[in-house]
């Protein structure tokens, strides 16, 4: 019976729907009617011919005729009747194999399946639902964004405009709710009154629509957006957004943070409170070929290594963990701890007796960003692009970056570094791979659009590579999680717990905390007491300690699984 609870649900649906059916029905009366016009017609020729049948032997040559079946036990010897039969047939095959099917399928089959995926297609949440994430504007980012906060425990919904879109989303296994951007009920359906977030990932004009329809809903909900242009910031303010994020400025001022600087060679990721979270990579500095142990650098300055980038994969170290030029390492310790890294790096770096410059290989906004914040340095950077940018840009350079001329013409055998920004991850390879060809010691930086090209941009010989994707999940997880869950770098976070009653008593060296989870201690907080950054190995867990540690996603859940409470 449940075959027909559509069929139902149809019938009883709007006016627009019933009218589709209504061409349907109309065909069916057309054909039924020329099905008794033939019957009558049969009897008056088979008369002419001298022949008497019954009114149901009529039907039953219209139909066996019409569907061609034509079993031969009813026909007629006149050419009249002859004709009479070719017509029948013609007809036939015009109405019964063509337009028959054609017609069910436009106006039955077809209204039937959209108002079934219109049933399997929610409109709203239960009422009872809360402390979710709502993300409204559909893209790739947006779709990884959603895998990252699920991963981290928050309850995702994808606002959907149409039926297809959210039924696919819902194979997929997303929690998808179809509604309008600009319909203020749509937010009420999705409880935004109780929602962690809204979060607007559309373009600059539909975000600032999202967010003004939004707040008239819920005065007090926190609503996120991002915008492409910084005059539209204000605007989006003006509309009522609590937080506005300029997602390319933003990792353009993080890739320029990676150059390699003579003056300041490390790179601060994070702070909290006391605790100082960097990162420096080894390329010509003292560090180059060294173990850990060799180099003395916790002797030297204090702070630990408690961790090292290799091309994109991430370790914890050991004492007899190699330094290469290809290393990055992470390093834990205070304002002052970082510091005494930056002057160790420095007095034992290699002297070249030339000024860092920097190429940028794309002059969009990533770019442009990159540059401006690289001037803060001081460091002369020279923007390479296909347009004319000499009025954005003091060292612009227009022409095609993987002509070895035009790169040239940039400075590419005196430059430190080089930053690939363009938004297409392909080309970003594809210049990757030509750069490293011509320059194996230079420093090359590039962005990724998509977290999943990062290991690619890696293998192409990028040393460091920065996703736009990961940038907006580690903003908008930050402000979902203050102080909790602090997302680094690509994979790599700092997260907080409370001692568990498994911890309390035991030491930091026999507790097996690095070997069952492969996160590191970087810091321990009591109430009770200042912060214990880089605790001893016989430091002593005790009640109401808070442990910071460093790690990737599944580094957090095995502490979880272990550890937890």
Request: with cysteine.
């Amino acid at each position: 019976m449940q075959i027909f609870t559509p069929i139902i649900a149809l019938l009883h649906s709007r006016r627009r729907i019933r009218g589709t059916f209504s061409g349907f029905f109309r065909f069916l009366l057309i054909l039924c009617a020329m099905i008794l016009s033939y019957s009558v017609m049969f009897h008056f020729i088979m008369r002419y011919e001298g022949h008497s049948h019954t009114w149901m032997t009529g039907l039953y040559w219209t139909l066996t005729v019409m569907s061609t079946l034509g079993f031969g036990d009813i026909t007629f010897t006149s050419d009249l009747g002859r004709i009479f039969s070719v017509i029948v047939l013609l007809s036939g095959i015009i109405f019964l194999m063509v337009l028959l099917p054609f017609t069910f399928i436009q106006h039955f089959y077809i209204p039937w399946m959209e108002n079934i995926k219109k049933d399997r297609a929610p409109r709203e949440l239960p009422p009872e639902t809360k402390g979710h994430v709502i993300l409204a504007g559909l893209g790739p980012m947006t779709i990884n964004l959603a895998n990252d906060l699920t991963r981290y425990g928050y309850s995702c919904v994808l606002l959907c405009k149409d039926t297809q879109t959210t039924i696919d989303l819902l194979d997929r296994g997303y929690n998808a709710v179809m509604g309008e951007h600009d319909d203020g009920e749509t937010y009420r359906r999705l409880r935004l009154a109780n929602a962690a977030m809204l979060v607007a990932m559309d373009n600059d004009q539909r975000n600032t629509n999202i967010v003004f329809t939004a707040r008239d809903v819920a005065p007090h909900a926190i609503i996120a957006a991002r915008v492409e242009n910084a005059a539209a910031v204000d605007i989006m303010q003006l509309a009522g957004s609590t937080h506005v994020y300029q997602f390319r400025e933003v990792l353009g001022k993080a890739l320029a943070r990676r150059v390699l600087k003579p003056d300041h060679p490390s790179s601060i990721l994070s702070t909290f409170n006391q605790l100082v979270v960097a990162e420096a990579p080894v390329m010509r500095t003292p560090l180059v070929g060294k173990t850990l142990m060799e180099s003395g650098l916790r002797k030297a300055t204090g702070l630990n290594v408690v961790g090292v980038w290799q091309r994109g994969k991430f370790t914890l170290p050991t004492p007899q963990t190699q330094l290469s030029d290809n290393s990055v390492i992470v390093t834990a310790g205070t304002s002052m701890q970082t510091a005494a890294l930056n002057a160790y790096l420095q007095n034992g770096a290699p002297r070249t007796g030339k000024k860092a410059n920097v190429i940028i290989l794309g002059g969009g906004h990533v770019g442009l960003a990159a540059a401006s914040h690289l001037r803060q340095y001081g460091i002369m950077a020279s923007v390479v692009d296909k347009r004319d940018l000499s009025a954005k840009c003091e060292n612009a350079i227009q022409g095609d970056a993987a002509e070895l001329e035009i790169l040239e013409k940039a400075g590419l055998h005196e430059a430190s570094s080089i930053i690939i920004t363009t938004h297409d991850d392909d080309i970003n390879a594809y210049l990757t791979i030509y750069c490293r060809h011509l320059r194996p010691d230079i420093q090359i930086i590039s962005r990724a659009t998509f977290e999943r090209n990062v290991g690619i941009l890696h293998a192409a010989g990028a040393d460091l590579v920065l996703s736009l994707s990961s940038m907006l999940s580690n903003t908008l997880l930050n402000q979902l999680s203050p102080g909790k869950v602090l997302m680094l770098n690509e994979g790599l976070n700092i997260f907080r717990f409370p001692v568990s009653k498994k911890l309390i008593g035991q030491n930091l060296r026999d507790c097996g905390i690095r070997a069952l989870t492969n996160c590191s201690v970087v810091a321990v907080q009591n109430t009770d007491s200042p912060m214990s950054i880089n605790p001893q190995p016989d430091y002593v867990f005790s009640a109401g300690d808070e442990l910071y540690l460093i790690g990737d996603s599944a580094s957090e859940r095995a502490y979880q699984k272990n550890f937890g409470q």
